[in-house]
């Protein structure tokens, strides 16, 4: 069985993260992945206080397995969502868009684990001095707000600039991806597209049609211009961004227009007006299935790879 240091960490089964997704990843989602050996995460966004709430009681009531909450630090609302954290002594929470540092004192008291998501080594290193307990080193490939460096080179250089724990994402779906990361140096994985197609998901089935129908191009970057890239599977929406971008429009008036897009995707089920944020992995996600499936198939799938080298190299 592949157990690492991050399993030790946090006290999970599988080196699986379950990517917190805003207006995605559920309290019903994660605690699936959680009762499934892995850390499943709800996306906090910029939900307020009493949605993060209602949904880690979701979580309690089905397991008692570690989880942990993403939290977007640029939220309107972050200050009482950290407070919702620290009352409801959620075991691990993940971060982005910031530094959560003024907030580490807190964290640290009541026992829950840092693991920030980082897209350069500048920021690996920063955080590492912070006192973060680990790291997310997520490439372009990724769905969602991106950086600019791909998985591939960036994993291992963040794997080499810091002393704690590195998690690898950004195009990883399956067994082999996991062997990947594992090699670069990461001690576990962080998926989201493919559990965007798990039977506990609650987005839309029309977002899951998307994903399952996407080929291997069908993804787009906007938001360049605005200094916030996005990646999305095609649609209207992205194909009016990209078309303001070309003619020069002006940043806020473009982040006016992304604006409440996320949700009218995920929530109200609108795929061409919406914004579908989905990582380059989506051509390879071809059905929808329960969360532990999707675990237990990485988890296989990567023994059945690593047999598979030590039998062709092996001596």
Known sequence: MIKTKICDLIGIEYPIFQGGMAWTATGELAAAVSEAGGLGIIGAGQAPADWLRQEIHKIKKVTGKPYGVNVMLMSPFVDDVMQVIVEERVPVITTGAGNPGKYIPMLKEVGTK???????????????KAGVDALIAEGME????????????LV???????????VAAGGIYDGRGMVAALALGAEGVQMGTRFMCAEECTISP????MILKAKDRDTVITGRSTGHPVRCLGNKLTREFEQLEKTGTAPDVLEKMGAGKLRLAMVEGDTQNGSVMSGQIAGAVHKIEPAADIVQDVMRGAERELARLSQRFGR
Do not use: F, N, W, Y
Request: aromatic share 0%; charged share 20%; net charge neutral.
């Open 114 to 128: 840092i693991i920030p998501v980082v897209a350069s080594v500048a920021l690996a290193k920063r955080l590492e």
């Open 142 to 153: 990724s769905g969602g707000h991106i950086g600019e460096i791909s998985t591939l080179p």
């Open 156 to 166: 291992p250089q963040v794997v080499d600039a810091v002393s704690i724990p590195i």
């Open 206 to 209: 029309k977002v899951k049609e």
